[in-house]
């Protein structure tokens, strides 16, 4: 059975750093392009970053490059997301992704974590 389990969200000033890390059980990250998401409450769920299964391409939308940086430690079986300079926009539920065609945008695939919440405040 495959469980994916996000955390280090949590309360941080405008201005401020996060590192949010996933693990994994029941699959390697390695074999798949895995991905971070997030939720704003009352918006659809939007990518935040993606790397590929080879790790040797990422992906990030303008609201977040620059800022964030993937990086997934295949010893580890660990996705994490550095973000720095954080923005009160960027308050959202993170979720971790791996599998099916989440990287290509169908959310509606693949595995999921539960999210861990994000909150910068102003």
């Known amino acids: 059975q495959v469980q994916v389990v996000e955390s280090g969200g949590g309360l941080v000033q405008a201005g401020g750093s996060l590192r949010l890390s996933c693990t994994a059980s029941?699959?390697?990250?390695?074999?798949?392009?895995t991905g971070w998401f997030r939720q704003a409450p009352g918006k659809e769920r939007e990518v935040v970053s993606c790397?590929?299964?080879?790790?040797?391409?990422?992906y990030y939308p303008d609201s977040v490059k620059g800022r964030f940086t993937i990086s997934r430690d295949g010893a580890k079986n660990t996705l994490y997301l550095q973000m720095n300079s954080l923005k009160s926009e960027d308050t959202a539920m993170y979720y971790c992704a791996a599998g099916g065609d989440v990287c290509l945008g169908n959310t509606g695939s693949g595995y999921w974590g539960q999210g861990t919440q994000v909150t910068v405040s102003s």
């Open positions: 790397i590929s299964w080879t790790g040797g391409t990422t």
């Open positions: 029941g699959l390697k990250f390695d074999d798949y392009a």
